[in-house]
T-cell receptor, first 116, second 109 residues
Framework: ETGVTQTPRHLVMGMTNKKSLKCEQH?????MYWYKQSAKKPLELMFV???????ENNSVPSRFSPECPNSSHLFLHLHTLQPEDSALYLC???????????????FGAGSRLTVL | GQNIDQPTEMTATEGAIVQINCTYQ??????LFWYQQHAGEAPTFLSY??LDGLEEKGRFSSFLSRSKGYSYLLLKELQMKDSASYLC??????????WGAGTKLIIKP
């Protein structure tokens, strides 16, 4: 496989459930990101990891818990979510988080989350 | 605050040309990006502008004016497969990406 792969593609969960989203990249990148995409709104950055270290937590509620065991894998653990958390969750990777060059983000296709 | 403005939706005809505008007010500037996102798919990188002027890549071109806080994406010889959302993003002085809400482009035969 190449690129950035996200699983599951679709997830429906109740407010009391615990579930996890998984992201895997095969690009040799060192930075990985979680974004939230809601209809007609700008992408919201949630978390950034660079060389497995969390470098950004954008005031995200604690019901979202990221995990980055290595530079190729990123998880988003979900518990006691609210209906307003329903959205598309996008994972992305880039070479790193340095300021040199374009440092283009490569995105996965996203996990569509519905919270009932 | 920081802000990126782009039209919510545009419609164009197959074979024609369309220009999608993006204006920004950010704390500093370290490059502007355009991404394409088909429904249900990953956003994919189209272009990166850091200096003023026009960058051309096949049927797609991107223009930047830093003094005006303005960019546009020009799509020529439109094809049905160009129906997608187009996302504008600016990297600010802290190297954070500020995103627009995207422009949904509808191509009609």
């Amino acid at each position: 496989e190449t690129g950035v792969t996200q699983t599951p593609r679709h997830l429906v969960m109740g407010m009391t459930n615990k579930k996890s989203l998984k992201c895997e990249q095969h690009l040799g990148h060192n930075a990985m990101y979680w974004y939230k995409q809601s209809a007609k709104k700008p992408l919201e950055l949630m978390f950034v990891y660079n060389f497995k270290e969390q470098t950004e937590n954008n005031s995200v509620p604690s019901r979202f818990s990221p995990e980055c065991p290595n530079s190729s894998h990123l998880f988003l653990h979900l518990h006691t979510l609210q209906p307003e958390d329903s959205a598309l969750y996008l994972c992305a990777s880039s070479q790193d988080t340095s300021s040199s060059g374009a440092n283009v983000l490569t995105f996965g296709a996203g996990s569509r989350l519905t919270v009932l | 605050g920081q802000n990126i403005d782009q039209p919510t939706e545009m419609t164009a005809t197959e074979g024609a040309i369309v220009q999608i505008n993006c204006t920004y007010q950010t704390s500093g500037f370290n490059g502007l990006f355009w991404y394409q996102q088909h429904a249900g798919e990953a956003p994919t990188f189209l272009s990166y502008n850091v200096l003023d002027g026009l960058e051309e890549k096949g049927r797609f071109s991107s223009f930047l004016s830093r003094s005006k806080g303005y960019s546009y994406l020009l799509l020529k010889e439109l094809q049905m497969k160009d129906s997608a959302s187009y996302l504008c993003a600016v990297r600010d002085s802290n190297y954070q990406l500020i995103w627009g809400a995207g422009t949904k482009l509808i191509i009609k035969p």
